[in-house]
């Protein structure tokens, strides 16, 4: 799962792991990317998104936490129990397998071109972690940001206009239905997509008629990243959910194609 095991061709983190142990002798260096390797995984950053900051939890809270986001089964412990002993080793979390509590004690590295998360956890009191994990969604697009929701509200601008870069996007494609488009939301993109345009930014939001999009689940798509996420008021109000990077590209589109600008 690390791919650190060696196969017909081992992994990059594989031979690091081989040669900084048997052939350099600097076990640090392989315990290093050892923790690398476990701190991509999904189930690894939804525990230190979660549960940093909370001291000692019961192994069934953390249990109960990572069921709720589809990532544990509530009836399987014993994987879990496993795992948390390797992210004790690793240095990741202290796990107390006396009293059966487990405590994050690292935060997880800063999303970059060589760290991007997985996963992103939405938790009702940790309100400000949840915009923040948007603003970071959108901050990963590169080249462009598109953005599809049923009901995107014009809140969903306060987010964009923080993150557009013109150093990293030239382009802004939303698309919706026209249910939360009102006179003030339009005034709003009018000022927005304005603002854009002195940056060197091209922006457009489109709408599409009530069952011409066939679009359920959200996205904010980039050159290289695609994001599945809840909705954005879900999202502001703290409804217990997650965020998924997938390699599954949605026929953004078709969807662009359907719809006309919301300024006519």
Not at 28 to 41: G, N
Not at 177 to 189: C, F, G, M, N
Not at 227 to 251: I, Q
């Amino acid at each position: 799962m690390l791919g650190l095991l060696e196969g017909e061709e081992p992994s990059g983190d594989a031979l690091a792991v081989y040669e900084s142990v048997f052939v350099y002798g600097e076990p640090d260096i392989a315990r290093k990317v050892h923790q690398e390797a476990l701190l991509r995984q999904p189930v690894t950053q939804a525990l230190i998104q979660g549960l940093h900051g909370r001291g000692p939890v019961s192994f069934d809270g953390a249990l109960h936490f990572l069921a709720r986001h589809r990532l544990a089964k509530i009836d399987a412990p014993t994987p879990l129990r496993a795992f948390l002993l390797i992210l004790n080793n690793a240095g990741i979390v202290v796990w107390s397998k006396q009293k059966q509590t487990v405590r994050v004690v690292i935060e997880l590295p800063e999303p970059s071109g060589e760290f991007e998360p997985t996963v992103r956890v939405i938790e009702k009191d940790r309100p400000f972690s949840n915009v923040v994990h948007l603003r970071q969604m959108l901050r990963s697009c590169e080249d462009y940001i598109w953005w599809a929701e049923p009901h995107l509200p014009r809140k969903a601008l306060e987010s964009l206009v923080l993150e557009a870069d013109r150093a990293k996007i030239s382009e802004l494609r939303l698309v919706s239905s026209p249910k939360e488009i009102d006179d003030a939301t339009r005034k709003d993109w009018k000022r927005f997509r304005s603002e854009m345009l002195a940056l060197g930014i091209a922006a457009e939001w489109r709408v599409a008629k009530p069952g011409t999009l066939g679009l359920h689940d959200r996205y904010i798509i980039g050159r290289r990243q695609v994001w599945n996420l809840p909705p954005v008021n879900s999202l502001h109000k703290g409804d217990y959910s997650e965020a998924f990077s997938t390699p599954n590209r949605p026929p953004f589109a078709k969807w662009w194609d359907a719809g006309r600008g919301i300024l006519g």
